[in-house]
């Protein structure tokens, strides 16, 4: 099972990326975004099902946009109107449950950095 994320740089202030994560080797019920700033603590970013229902913190909402396509068993995650404070190691999450235990996955992460 593999997660691999791809889309970070350098973006200025107001800039927009998209991130990309390939899930290889299995299928994950729930796929999502989170990330790291430097000294905090990981935070979910967006989350989407099987289904194509998503889930924002209230933080993130109206600025990210999380989707999926499962033919190519990829999830993305489009980012507008970026802030500096938007700067942190994005990590792509897939998720499993197993007998009702839930197992997560994670790519490598990939660094988005906002600044002019």
């Known amino acids: 099972v593999q997660l691999q994320a791809s889309g970070g740089g350098l973006v200025q202030p107001g800039g927009s990326l998209r991130l990309s994560c390939v899930a290889s080797?299995?299928?994950?019920?729930?796929m999502g975004w989170y990330r790291q700033a430097p000294g905090k603590q990981r935070e979910l970013v967006a989350a989407?099902?099987?289904?194509?229902?998503?889930n924002y913190p209230d933080s993130m909402k109206g600025r990210f946009t999380i989707s999926r396509d499962d033919a190519k068993n990829t999830v993305y995650l489009q980012m507008n109107s970026l802030k500096p404070e938007d700067t942190a190691v994005y990590y792509c999450?897939?998720?499993?449950?197993?007998?009702?235990?839930?197992?997560?996955?994670w790519g490598q992460g990939t660094l988005v950095t906002v600044s002019s």
């Open positions: 989407i099902t099987l289904r194509g229902d998503t």
């Open positions: 080797g299995s299928i994950f019920s729930t």
């Open positions: 999450n897939g998720q499993q449950y197993r007998l009702g235990v839930r197992y997560d996955y």
